[in-house]
């Protein structure tokens, strides 16, 4: 977009002044469209620095809550419903056409994923399914599927109860090597290009299975679980217990996340979040959100935090809140993804939101301007412009 402004004659423009801008200048605001958007160091200058847009079932979304959203190489955004899968172009939603995943699924779907070889895979609550030559099939599921001992259930904090006794699958993703695998709330499971194929973890083996409420997948090929109130990692084949720095005294996890670039969140039931990074642990304060998405968009230093609660920016150590005590806010956010223009997507319980930057920037004003309406306007640089008012 470019700023330009017609010759001005007459009595309008009477005077012309220089002004620049500098974070000590004050009084009134002066609005001024420039491509770029200026930083804020709290709630209200996140909404200064985006829109925020809002798409739910009155604008044509099947279903309200989402579960998962990934932009594919076309720029289409694929999202997944409890009981569908949805085209997104921007203006219209698009129901999968197929009935077959909705009969061929039970439960529910979680995850819509496109492997290496663009094939494409649901994961449910209750199986896999996976498109070949344009239908879907479910995926058999060798081992895993009966219970182990006496069922047991845990309710989270965030209210979900999950049973050991239950087979509910949490993601899917792909090792390495491409081999496609899928996390559970029994733990990992291979595709062996025809079937999924159980790895039973040693504390499985030994008696009563664990009770996993959280996995994830990152962007190494690895898996992580919060089982039994513990953090297990999955990698080349082998399941391993997360150690924790003793002076970080984390224990009790329940959900796990990864937000790309190599990056997991963990929490405890206490409220207390873990990320890791680099190879070390460190503690994100403070906590208290019951976290679900976490998205890391600039490097280590920025991440968008989806929780039930609210949709926050955690950026250099601080925390920036996108919400209020009034107006149409994400809440119970459940996923995200930053699209190739730099849109971030957020999928809520109440539909689907798109945080874009501002091409608006806020400049204050000194008090000689204060009184005196702008006329024209000529940018001389970045926090540099003329501006001509009527007196």
């Known amino acids: 977009m470019r700023l330009g402004c017609g010759l001005v004659t007459g009595s ?34 996140l909404l200064d620095e985006y829109t925020l847009r809002h798409w739910n079932v009155e604008d044509g979304l099947p279903e309200g809550l989402i579960l998962s959203i990934k932009q594919m190489p076309d720029g289409f955004l694929w999202l997944t419903t409890p009981h569908y899968v949805v085209r997104f172009d921007g203006v219209r939603f698009e129901k999968l056409p197929d009935e077959q995943p909705r009969a061929g ?60 006794g239950k087979l509910e699958f949490f993601c899917i993703g ?14 990992v499971h291979l ?18 299975p664990p009770i996993i409420t959280g996995a994830a997948i990152d962007s190494r090929g690895e898996v992580w679980l ?25 224990r009790g996890f329940y959900q796990v996340v990864t937000a790309g670039a190599d990056v997991v969140w963990v929490q405890q039931v206490d409220g207390r979040l873990f990320r890791h990074s680099d190879g070390r642990w460190s503690e994100v304060v403070p906590g208290g959100l019951r976290v679900n998405s976490v998205l890391e968009t600039a490097g280590p230093t920025t991440s968008w935090v989806g929780s039930v609660e609210r949709l926050s920016r955690w950026k250099s150590g601080t925390w920036q809140v996108l919400g209020g005590a009034a107006g149409d806010f994400p809440r119970d956010v459940r996923c995200l993804e930053l699209a190739r223009d730099g849109c971030l997507w957020v999928g809520t319980s ?31 640089s970045t926090n540099e412009f003329w501006a001509g008012t009527t007196g």
């Open 191 to 208: 595709f062996n290009g025809q079937e999924l194929v159980f790895v039973p973890m040693p504390t499985a083996q030994a008696g009563a």
């Open 12 to 45: 309008v423009f009477k005077r012309l002044r220089r002004w620049r801008w500098s974070p000590q200048s004050r009084s009134v605001l002066l609005v001024v469209a420039l491509l770029s958007s200026s930083g804020a160091g709290n709630a209200q200058g």
């Open 350 to 380: 109440s539909g689907l939101y798109r945080l874009a930057h501002r091409s608006v920037r806020m400049f204050p004003t000194g008090p000689n301007l204060a009184q005196r309406p702008i006329t024209a306007l000529w940018p001389a």
């Open 105 to 164: 699924l039970p439960g529910g779907f979680r995850q819509f994923y496109v492997d290496r070889q663009g094939k494409q895979w649901i994961c449910g609550n209750e199986g896999v399914l996976r498109s070949d030559r344009n239908a879907w099939q479910p995926v058999p599921l060798v081992g895993g599927t009966n219970a182990i001992g006496p069922p047991t259930a845990k309710e989270t904090p965030d209210g979900q109860v999950v049973t050991s």
């Open 226 to 250: 919060a089982a039994d109130e513990h953090l297990v990692r999955f990698k080349e084949g082998v399941y391993r217990e997360e150690t924790f720095p003793a002076e970080l005294r984390a």
């Open 174 to 187: 792909e090792d390495p090597d491409g081999k496609v695998m899928a996390a559970s709330t029994r733990g």
